[in-house]
C-alpha cells in the first residue's frame, strides 16, 4: 500500500501500487506516481541498495514540495541538497528578493529539521551566537551557579542571513561550529545536534560598510551558490501565484536521523580511479605556476584551490550521483559540482578584473580544457615516471 497525496488538493490516500494512473481524488485529480509520498524514516534494516532508491524518492518528493512554494531556482534546491548529503556548508550570494530565506525555511520544513535564522548586524557578538553563562541562583538553597544559555547556533539549520554585515570576530564564531560541530564556551566543550548545516547569504551589491569573509572562512564553505533572477515565464508565475493564495503547508519527507544515515551511505559510494585523477587534475590547473595549470592561468589567477577542494569534488560528486539514483559516481558529476565548489577559492589577478573575466569564466574554461576522459590516468602514470627518473637522477 503507498501513501498518496494529491496534487491538486492535498488530500492523503492508500492506494495500491497497480492503481496508480487510474484512480483518481475525490476533487477530481489523477494520482500518479509524482504524488507517492516518500516515507520520512529510512528503516533500519535497509542495505545500501535500499537506501540509494529511499533517498532518490526523498530527492524527489523534496523538489516537489519545495515547487509548491519556490518557482524556478531548481540549480540551487540541487546544490543546496547535496551540500546537505555532503556535510557541507553553503553561501548564497544573490540581490534581495530572491527568496533565499524562504526557500532555506521552507528545506527544513521539508526535512523536519530545526530551523533558526541569526541575523547578522555590525553590533552582533559572539555570544549571541553561540550562547552565554549567567548566573543563576538556586531558590532552595540559595546558592548561586553559572548555567549555559543555548545560543541559535544550536540547531539543525542555521540561516545566517547577510553574513557579511558583521565584523570578522562575529563570523569566526561560526567557524568551530561549522568544522567541529561544537561550540566552546568558558572553557567548557557543548555539542551541536546533528544534522548541522549553515546556509549563509549575502548580498553582493551593496558592500560599503561591509566586511568581506576572509578566505580561510570561505574556505569552510563546500558550495558558493549563485542565486539569479527568475525567468519571464517564472516571474509572472511568483506574481499569479503568491498574490492569490495563502502559502501551503509543507509536509516533512525526511527527518534527522534518516539524512545522517544517508550520509554515511554517501561515503561508500564507489568512485573509479579515472574520476579521482580527473578532480585532482582540475584543482591543480588552477594554481599558477604548476605544471598542470594552462597560460591563462598565470594571467588570470593570484593562487589557486587548496587540497580541500579535491576533497570537496569528490564528496559532492557522490551525493549528487546518489541523489539521482546512480552507484557510483562519475566524471559528469565532478564537473557539474566544480563551479560552486571552485568560484570561491579562486582569486583573480588585476589583469583578469581588467578584463572582465570572472572566477566562473576560468572555471568553465578548464572544464572545457581538462579532459574527463579514462587518459588522465595514463597521463598521471606517465608524470609519475618522470617524477620518478627526476629522483632517481637526484640521487
Not at 516518500?38 to 535497509?46: D, K, M, Q, W
Request: aromatic share 4%; net charge negative.
Amino acid at each position: 500500500m503507498l501513501k498518496i497525496m494529491c496534487g491538486e488538493c492535498g488530500r492523503r490516500h492508500d492506494l495500491e501500487p497497480e492503481a496508480l494512473g487510474k484512480a483518481k481524488c475525490v476533487c477530481g485529480g489523477l494520482l500518479t506516481e509524482r504524488d507517492v509520498e516518500a516515507p520520512t524514516s529510512l528503516p533500519e534494516n535497509a542495505d545500501d541498495l535500499e537506501a540509494v532508491k529511499h533517498l532518490k524518492a526523498a530527492y524527489d518528493a523534496i523538489r516537489d514540495s519545495l515547487s509548491q512554494v519556490i518557482i524556478g531556482q531548481d540549480q540551487v534546491i540541487e546544490e543546496m541538497l547535496v551540500a546537505i548529503f555532503a556535510r557541507g556548508h553553503c553561501l548564497l550570494e544573490g540581490v534581495p528578493g530572491l527568496a533565499k530565506t524562504l526557500m532555506i525555511s521552507t528545506l527544513a520544513k521539508a526535512m523536519d529539521l530545526s530551523f533558526k535564522r541569526i541575523q547578522f548586524t555590525p553590533d552582533l557578538m559572539p555570544s549571541d551566537i553561540t550562547g552565554t553563562e549567567v548566573i543563576q541562583e538556586d531558590r532552595d538553597t540559595g546558592k548561586r551557579e553559572f548555567r549555559f544559555i543555548r545560543g541559535p547556533i544550536f540547531a539543525n539549520i542555521i540561516l545566517a542571513d547577510e553574513i557579511n554585515r558583521t565584523p570578522p570576530k562575529t563570523q569566526s564564531a561560526l567557524l568551530e561550529g561549522m568544522q567541529e560541530r561544537s561550540v566552546t564556551v568558558a572553557g567548557a566543550m557543548h555539542q551541536l545536534d546533528l544534522p548541522f548545516f549553515v546556509l549563509a547569504t549575502q548580498n553582493p551589491l551593496e558592500q560599503e560598510g561591509t566586511y568581506p569573509l576572509p578566505e580561510a572562512q570561505l574556505d569552510r564553505f563546500l558550495f558558493k551558490i549563485s542565486v539569479d533572477y527568475p525567468t519571464s515565464e517564472e516571474e509572472l508565475e511568483i506574481m499569479q501565484r503568491v498574490t492569490s493564495a495563502p502559502m501551503p503547508q509543507i509536509e516533512p519527507v525526511l527527518d534527522g536521523p534518516s539524512i545522517v544515515r544517508l550520509q554515511d551511505i554517501v561515503l561508500r559510494v564507489p568512485v573509479a580511479e579515472h574520476v579521482f585523477l580527473y578532480a585532482r587534475n582540475l584543482v591543480r590547473a588552477t594554481r599558477p605556476r604548476s605544471e598542470e595549470a594552462p597560460g591563462y592561468i598565470n594571467n588570470w589567477i593570484r593562487w589557486g584551490a587548496g587540497p580541500r577542494a579535491s576533497l570537496n569534488l569528490i564528496l559532492a560528486g557522490k551525493a549528487r550521483a546518489i541523489l539521482n539514483g546512480q552507484l557510483h559516481a562519475t566524471c559528469d558529476d565532478i564537473a557539474a559540482v566544480a563551479p560552486p565548489i571552485l568560484r570561491h577559492r579562486l582569486a583573480c589577478t588585476f589583469t583578469a578584473q581588467a578584463e572582465g573575466v570572472t572566477s566562473d569564466r576560468v572555471v568553465e574554461r578548464l572544464l572545457d580544457d581538462v579532459p574527463q576522459t579514462k587518459q588522465t590516468r595514463t597521463s598521471s602514470r606517465t608524470s609519475a615516471r618522470k617524477s620518478a627518473r627526476k629522483s632517481a637522477r637526484r640521487t
